[in-house]
């Protein structure tokens, strides 16, 4: 194995491991820190620390900016605004465990939004795959109830992890054919991230979301502090370093620990338990990527 591949695999597992425990972190302060509070404060934080190392980039790329300012305004919007947000939100109804597994479903969601936005070729390997993973995350839903799906309002905090996955898969599609090539990997978070920082911060400042107040102390300022620097800002540059050194179709695969990784750690620091509909769902949702894989493999 080459040193390049075993860098990248390192950056690699280092982002979804502290993508991971965002979730699982989020989840731990769902009742003491609002949704758009915590995604505003978050990334405010990892603004102000990204900020000097990204400024220089920013002004010699203004130009390149500029000319693709609308694409990376949805871009930063799907990811940065609306990934993030919407994920706060699910968490304040519904486990770390689910939404880690709801998640892992987004490589067939990008599958079929790309089938039908961007005319991709489906095999019968992947429609079957699709098929099989959408019943897997619905088991979690439903915590092995199908026929509860029937009152949705039963199951609000899965439906907007759900929609959050939605946003990120749209945005993992539009990444490659939007970014531009020669734009430099810091500059393109330091937009990102600016525009999610006042899209969230319409709803913070304004209080769309109707938040409490929140009495700020060390620990609440520490998880805000954690998750500025590590998920946020370290995770991203980790994740961009590993496709840069790998590329984009190898480096997706890592996607997949986040439900390994998000499990233990909410077993270990919620006390969450693993329960027979979450064993039953994950693994549909597995073997449902497994047979997109297939599929793939089989056309390459």
Not at 123 to 135: A, L, M
Not at 164 to 169: D, G, K, V
Not at 187 to 196: C, D, E, N, P, Y
Not at 247 to 253: E, K, N, V
Request: proline letters at 3%; glycine letters at 8%.
């Amino acid at each position: 194995m080459k040193r390049t591949d075993l860098r990248a695999y390192g950056y690699l597992v280092v982002a979804t491991l502290f993508w991971s425990g965002n979730v699982v972190l989020a989840r731990a302060f769902s009742t003491d820190i609002p949704p758009a509070t915590l995604s505003y404060w978050r990334w405010f934080t990892a603004w102000v620390c990204l900020m000097p190392f990204c400024w220089r980039h920013l002004w010699e790329q203004r130009e390149i900016i500029a000319q693709n300012l609308w694409k990376l305004v949805i871009l930063g919007l799907l990811s940065v605004g609306g990934y993030n947000l919407t994920v706060y939100v699910g968490l304040q109804t519904t486990t770390a465990t689910n939404s880690v597994l709801i998640t892992s479903s987004s490589p067939l969601m990008i599958l079929l939004i790309s089938r039908f936005c961007f005319r991709s070729a489906l095999g019968k390997y992947e429609v079957i795959g699709i098929i099989v993973s959408f019943v897997g995350a619905s088991f979690i839903i439903s915590q092995g109830d199908l026929a509860s799906l029937q009152n949705l309002a039963k199951h609000t905090g899965d439906l907007w992890i759900g929609l959050a996955t939605l946003f990120w898969s749209v945005y993992s599609l539009l990444l490659p054919r939007w970014k531009p090539k020669n734009l430099h990997p810091i500059a393109f978070l330091g937009v990102t991230i600016s525009v999610g920082v006042i899209f969230v911060g319409t709803f913070y400042w304004t209080n769309l979301l109707q938040e409490a107040q929140v009495t700020w102390n060390v620990p609440k300022a520490t998880v805000i502090l954690y998750l500025a620097i590590f998920p946020a800002v370290l995770g991203y540059l980790c994740w961009n370093e590993g496709v840069r050194l790998i590329g984009a179709q190898m480096a997706g695969q890592f996607i997949h620990l986040m439900p390994v990784f998000g499990v233990l750690l909410a077993i270990i620091f919620l006390g969450e338990s693993f329960q027979i509909y979450h064993w039953a769902g994950g693994g549909f949702i597995a073997l449902g990527i497994i047979l997109s894989h297939y599929s793939q493999s089989k056309t390459d």
